[in-house]
């Protein structure tokens, strides 16, 4: 069965840290993959597309290790506002594909 | 710009009575549709999507069934809910399979 796996946490860590966040995959053939945020009884937001080159959009980086099955996330300078459940998304299916959802991480950060 | 609108926010029916969702996108043609689920405490379950007018593909048999008869129209609908059709309901679109899934605000159902 393909699956995503993460770590469903709560990671708690205080305003400033750095928190990364990991996910497998199962499926060798993928081609797509996301990370997603969900707030609290809301609907999830595409936070960003992880590159196989790794990419980073402010204080977020995403990195892609094909070889092992791997996508990490990183946040750096953690605010009280990144508290939320953050989501690894992967494109699993072969011939028409869609998107499987890991059942999230979720992020508490503190004063 | 794209826009996705869902409907009812908030629901609470009896078990037994009929369901019905809705989903509407505006700012595109031929998007793909999906309805997801998401049980309390666990992750987002696919439950049906569409490519096209008329196209339903079914990802986990139970009570519950879609249509999409207009092409940015997607409608969810059961004629008799089980207590365990209970979640969080999200309809999403996309415009193909490499892009990420744009949800709407989601449907709270409890059945009571």
């Known amino acids: 069965r393909k699956e995503v796996e993460q770590d469903p946490g709560p990671f708690n860590v205080p305003e400033g840290a750095t928190v990364a966040f990991n996910c497998t995959y199962s499926?060798?053939?993928?081609?797509?993959f996301f990370w997603y945020r969900q707030d609290c009884r809301k609907e999830p937001k595409l936070l960003m597309s992880?590159?196989?080159s790794g990419n980073e959009d402010g204080r977020f980086t995403a990195q892609l290790n094909r070889a092992s099955q791997y996508i990490s996330l990183l946040i750096r300078d953690s605010k009280l506002s990144d508290s939320a459940t953050y989501l690894c998304?992967?494109?699993?299916?072969?011939?028409?594909?869609?998107?499987?959802f890991g059942k999230g991480t979720m992020l508490l950060v503190s004063p | 710009s794209q826009t996705i609108h869902q409907w009812p926010a908030t629901l609470v029916q009896p078990v037994g009575s009929p369901l019905s969702l809705e989903c509407t996108v505006e700012g595109t043609s031929n998007p793909n549709l999906y309805w997801y689920r998401q049980a309390a405490g666990r992750g987002l379950q696919l439950l049906f999507y569409s490519v096209g007018i008329g196209q339903i593909s079914s990802e986990v048999p139970q009570n519950l069934s879609a249509s999409r008869p207009q092409d940015r129209q997607f409608i969810l609908s059961s004629k008799k809910l089980l207590l365990s059709d209970s979640g969080f309901y999200l309809c999403a679109w996309s415009e193909g399979n490499t892009y990420g899934y744009t949800f709407g605000s989601g449907t709270r159902l409890t059945v009571v």
């Open positions: 499926n060798s053939a993928s081609q797509s």
């Open positions: 998304v992967v494109n699993e299916r072969s011939g028409y594909s869609t998107l499987t």
């Open positions: 992880v590159y196989s």
